[in-house]
């Protein structure tokens, strides 16, 4: 398991794929503490839902669904200097959903997250056909 509020996992300091995988963790684990640590005060979040929320709004707003998400099995991480990219499929209650996001890290802090909505899973078109 990541340690979160250290940065490092045994003598090897974290990657910037290491802190993102500890934020998803810390939210499936509702560990808030965890989360703040890995977090930067200049913060900004923005999804379909939200422009650019800061720390305090994310918090306030978003951090909530944490009691939501059962788990996140992240099917896709891919890491290019400062951002990392993660493609996850997440459980609530009985909705299964897909997700991207990108995640910009610095000074082993995450500065910024854009997610990416997906699609319900299964998926609710039919293989091959366009909702329309």
């Given at each position: ?73 992240l099917k896709h991480v891919a890491q290019d200097g400062s951002c ?9 209650g009985a909705k299964r959903f897909r997700n991207t996001e990108v ?30």
């Amino acid at each position: 398991m990541l340690l979160a509020t250290s940065r490092h996992t045994g003598d090897a300091a974290m990657t910037t794929s290491d802190i993102a995988r500890a934020l998803f963790n810390a939210f499936a684990r509702q560990d808030r503490a965890a989360a703040e640590a890995l977090i930067a005060e200049d913060f900004r979040f923005t999804s379909p839902l939200d422009n650019g929320l800061d720390r305090q709004a994310y918090f306030n707003i978003c951090w909530p669904n944490s009691e939501r998400i059962e788990n996140f099995e992240l099917k896709h991480v891919a890491q290019d200097g400062s951002c990392v990219l993660v493609t996850y499929e997440a459980l609530a209650g009985a909705k299964r959903f897909r997700n991207t996001e990108v995640m910009t890290i610095s000074d082993d802090r995450i500065t910024a997250v854009e997610v990416y909505f997906g699609w319900n899973v299964p998926h609710d078109v039919p293989p091959g056909k366009h909702r329309g």
